[in-house]
């Protein structure tokens, strides 16, 4: 449940006394504004508290403004597990730096901000561009645009035309360099490293992200996390619950499956050291080579009864009831 912020109240039946604010019970998130001392406790109430401190003609951005729209994979911590600066745009430049946000003084179009749940925010499509554009790496960049693209936020599309108009703006290329990328059908942050090792370090593919496979009858085989479809190729990303016995049984049967059907098969295990993984990428790819056109018994092409969710267009495109079925997994629990 999110909790709002207080004023001062002499009286303290609708906020605390200025004396309990003075001691050591009460925390200001903004200028006449507390909340008892305790810590949040979930990413969305420090969203909450830190939009004490956004100005009337600025907004909550980046990761933070993501997450309030609904975006899953922001969660606010950084891959060690600390906690992230908010950003907020601060367009006026007396305000102070202060602990757990941070301040961009980047220009804002009133076509930026939107009003969500009683939090101003950025669009998602400025809120995506921020964050490509102040990324630590390419990798990151990329990350952000394809979580946002998982909730169906922003498309590839919409992306493209906010930064070919951003010339000049701060991060501009790294932004056109994680959009060229990007895809719109990544299912976690760490599905986007493993495509970039395979893609860029290992300079295979290209890959396609999520495709279901299915026999020539039309039978579903596997939605493989990365499949490279020239090379016959299916990559598969497993972190800890992929060696718990039942979980591992699985795994070894449908390995068994897609090679009785001409699919050449390869993990990338969770902390695995990249260059063993790309030793084993590349014998794969040489046994698929090796394996006959007639050994395929596998399509692309999807059955009449099959619901395709590859794109942001096609899952945008989907009714209610189809969301609630198709895409429960996508999406983010309220947190009010």
């Known amino acids: 449940m999110l909790e709002r912020a207080y004023r001062v109240d002499p009286r303290g039946d609708r906020g605390p006394t200025k004396g309990q604010v003075d001691g050591r019970y009460w925390r200001a998130v903004g200028p006449g504004w507390f909340r008892p001392v305790e810590p ?9 508290e830190a939009s004490y401190r956004v100005p009337e003609d600025g907004a909550v951005t980046g990761w933070a403004a993501l997450r309030w729209l609904g975006g899953r994979w922001f969660t606010g911590t950084d891959v060690g597990g600390s906690p992230l600066d908010i950003p907020i745009t601060v367009l006026c430049t007396h305000r102070n730096h202060t602990a757990g946000i941070r301040q961009s003084k980047e220009r804002l179009r009133p076509s930026d901000l939107q009003r969500v749940d009683g939090l101003s925010v950025t ?15 390419v990798v990151a960049a990329v990350t952000s645009l394809d979580m946002a693209c998982f909730n169906d936020l922003v498309s590839l599309a919409e992306v493209r035309s906010w930064v070919d108009e951003g010339k000049g703006w701060t991060g501009i290329q790294q ?22 090792l395979w893609t860029q370090t290992g ?13 020539l ?6 939605t493989p996390d990365l499949f490279d479809p020239a090379a016959g190729v299916v990559g598969e990303y497993q972190g800890g619950h992929h060696f718990e016995r039942d979980q591992r049984r699985r795994d070894i049967a ?15 295990v969770a902390g695995e050291e990249p260059t063993r993984f790309l030793i084993r990428l590349r014998s794969a790819y040489a046994r698929a080579a090796r394996q ?9 092409d999807d059955p009449p009864s099959w619901t395709s969710t590859e794109t942001v267009a ?23």
Do not use: K
């Not at 949040?40 to 909450?48: F, G, L, Y």
């Not at 669009?123 to 790496?137: G, L, P």
């Not at 056109?176 to 990544?186: C, F, G, H, I, T």
């Not at 006959?292 to 692309?300: G, H, I, K, N, Q």
């Open 254 to 268: 449908r390995e068994a499956l897609l090679r009785d059907h001409g699919l050449e098969y390869v993990e990338r």
């Open 175 to 196: 932004a056109r360099d994680a959009l060229s990328l990007a895809d719109e059908n990544v299912w976690s942050p760490a599905e986007v490293r493993f495509r970039m």
């Open 314 to 336: 096609q899952r945008r495109g989907l009714s209610p009831h189809q969301r609630r079925i198709l895409l429960a997994h996508r999406q983010l629990d309220p947190a009010a």
């Open 40 to 48: 949040p406790a979930s990413v969305e109430q420090r969203i909450v």
């Open 217 to 222: 009858h039309g039978r579903h085989l596997i």
């Open 292 to 300: 006959p056109a007639s050994e395929r018994r596998w399509t692309l």
């Open 123 to 137: 669009t998602a499509v400025r809120a995506v561009t921020f964050e490509m554009r102040h990324a630590d790496s």
């Open 203 to 215: 300079e295979l593919g290209p890959v396609r992200c999520n495709v279901p496979i299915f026999d």
